[in-house]
């Protein structure tokens, strides 16, 4: 019997030690067999769900329905997930999304941007390592000058355009 077959054998028959064992085997229908067979969460399937990134983020969405540890690290094997978690799940920052989303420029930029909503050392580091998130991140996150984000810039195709938004903060202080 696949895990698949064991979900819907459980779904139809009713719950049992062996069909949630065969469904563990593969972490998606661990997920399956939590919200469509038990309808609670388990100890073995939440386990079972957060060998996978995005099964344990369904876990955590639809059975927990709270942020925990375990599914969070587990969301956190992919950056863009711990973004996703941070955003839907925790809805606030965390040091183990930021420290996933810190593996992608542009990860790091959307968690600065909407979840510290603020800028932040490791946020901004990741952000520099692409000229493209490092001028939005001065420009959206940072306002203002900073020579970190202006050495990520400088000499690419976003040095101009850095230079027009230092350009327009200075007349915004003028006026």
Same mark, same amino acid.
């Given at each position: 019997?696949?895990?698949?077959?064991?979900?819907?054998?459980?779904?139809?028959?009713?719950?049992?030690?062996?069909?949630?064992?065969?469904?563990?085997?593969?972490?998606?229908? @661990?997920?399956? *067999?939590?919200?469509? #067979?038990? !309808? &609670?969460?388990?100890? $073995? =399937? +939440?386990?079972? %769900? /957060?060998?996978?990134?995005?099964? @344990?983020?369904? *876990?955590?969405?639809? #059975?927990? !329905? &709270?942020?925990?540890? $375990? =599914? +969070?690290?587990? %969301? /956190?094997?992919?950056?863009w997930l711990g973004l996703k978690y941070a955003r839907e799940?925790? !809805?606030?920052?965390?040091? $183990? =999304? +930021?420290?996933?989303? /810190?593996?992608?420029?542009?990860y790091a930029y959307w968690y600065a941007k909407e979840i510290d909503k603020c800028s932040h050392r490791e946020t901004r580091e990741a952000a520099c390592k692409d000229s493209l998130y490092a001028y939005f991140y001065a420009k959206d996150i940072d306002k203002c000058f900073r020579e970190d984000t202006w050495m990520a810039v400088k000499n690419t195709e976003y040095e101009e355009k850095y230079n027009q938004f230092l350009n327009q903060i200075e007349k915004e202080k003028i006026i």
């Open positions: 019997m696949s895990p698949e077959e064991a979900c819907e054998h459980a779904k139809k028959y009713g719950p049992s030690e062996k069909t949630r064992k065969i469904a563990c085997e593969k972490a998606f229908y @661990a997920y399956v *067999y939590a919200e469509e #067979v038990d !309808k &609670c969460s388990r100890d $073995d =399937t +939440r386990e079972a %769900a /957060c060998r996978d990134p995005w099964s @344990a983020v369904f *876990y955590t969405q639809y #059975v927990d !329905k &709270c942020p925990r540890e $375990d =599914t +969070r690290k587990a %969301a /956190c094997m992919e950056p799940i925790d !809805k606030y920052p965390h040091e $183990d =999304t +930021r420290n996933a989303v /810190c593996q992608n420029s542009g």
